[in-house]
């Protein structure tokens, strides 16, 4: 027996698409196109030598901008032109100019005047203080009839010293010697100066002199004279010694006119010649 079927349809098998957990989006099925990978740069046709160039030029660089920070932080501007390149320098006003080369003396460049000698060497304390007094014949112009009688005592070159030289300018009838006199009669001065500061002699050797000089002789009727020492430097413990031995007045350092001054006048010495009343 024969059945013929006519008129039926079979239905296909259905699809079912899929799609993974935890992914949104569409299903690309068709792979991406390959990336194109960067050509590399081409090389250089001087080699390796001018890389190393550029390096050595980049590091010189590196050094004169540290030169220059580390000038400007620490404020010195003398250093600066040399830090610049040539180059650089050029472009830069004349000011830099100067600071990267000392200018050359106009004198020496037009070659037509002579060379400027150089400055003597200052004299000493002593020579000084002559060169700068006032020369002997005005003082003795300017010095009384009657001037007040001083003895200044240096064991080296009394006549030289400073103290005589501000004395006869003051207008005392100054006698210096070397040593203490042994006067025949009384004679009376108005102050006597044992005078230490003008040799290399001790602040102590000055103590026996005031000893002495105590002893001077004074006409009847007169004060005793003014006993001052004079030295560049004393001990404390001569200080002492020199009040013991009479000593009415010490100056002790550089011998000036106010210093001298000052001694007579806390004694009621009037100076003959008062140049502050000029």
Same mark, same amino acid.
């Given at each position: 027996? #024969?059945?013929?079927?006519?008129? %039926?349809?079979?239905? %296909?098998?259905?699809?079912? /698409? ?7 989006? %569409? ?11 960067? @050509?590399? *740069? ?6 390796? /030598?001018? !890389? ?24 010195? #501007? ?12 050029? !472009? ?5 100019? $100067? ?24 004299? &000493? ?5 002559? =060169? ?9 112009? &300017? ?8 003895? $200044? ?12 030289? @501000? ?14 006199? /042994? ?15 003008? &040799? ?12 002495? *000089? ?7 009727? !007169? ?8 030295? /560049?430097?004393? &001990?404390? #413990?001569? +200080?002492?010694?020199?009040? %013991? ?10 011998? #000036? ?12 010495? =009037?100076?003959?010649?008062?140049? +502050?009343?000029?």
């Amino acid at each position: 027996m #024969t059945i013929t079927l006519r008129n %039926l349809e079979i239905p %296909l098998p259905e699809v079912i /698409e899929t799609t993974p957990v935890g992914f949104e989006g %569409l299903i690309v099925s068709d792979p991406q196109p390959p990336q194109q990978q960067p @050509q590399a *740069a081409p090389a250089d046709p001087a080699g390796p /030598e001018a !890389e190393r160039a550029a390096q050595r030029a980049a590091r010189r660089a590196q050094v004169r901008r540290d030169r220059m920070r580390n000038a400007s932080d620490a404020g010195d #501007t003398t250093g600066f032109a040399t830090t610049l390149s040539e180059p650089v320098l050029r !472009e830069l006003p004349p000011v830099a100019a $100067v600071v990267a080369a000392p200018a050359t003396p106009a004198a020496q460049e037009a070659g037509d005047a002579a060379p400027t000698a150089a400055p003597a060497a200052a004299p &000493s304390r002593p020579t000084a203080a002559l =060169a700068a007094a006032t020369p002997p014949a005005a003082i003795a112009a &300017s010095t009384p009839a009657a001037a007040p009688a001083v003895l $200044v005592v240096c064991p080296v070159d009394a006549g030289a010293s400073p103290l005589c030289t @501000q004395l006869t300018a003051f207008g005392f009838a100054v006698h210096a010697m070397s040593q203490l006199p /042994e006067l025949p009669a009384p004679w009376p001065f108005a102050a006597v100066f044992v005078d230490l500061a003008w &040799s290399d002699a001790d602040g102590s050797d000055g103590i026996d002199l005031c000893n002495q *000089a105590r002893e001077l002789g004074r006409l009847p009727g !007169e004060r005793k004279p003014l006993l001052v020492l004079v030295a /560049e430097k004393l &001990s404390s #413990t001569n +200080r002492v010694r020199a009040g %013991l031995a009479g000593c009415n007045e010490i100056i002790i350092g550089a011998i #000036t006119r106010g210093s001298v001054a000052s001694v007579l006048d806390a004694r009621g010495i =009037a100076l003959p010649i008062d140049p +502050r009343n000029r």
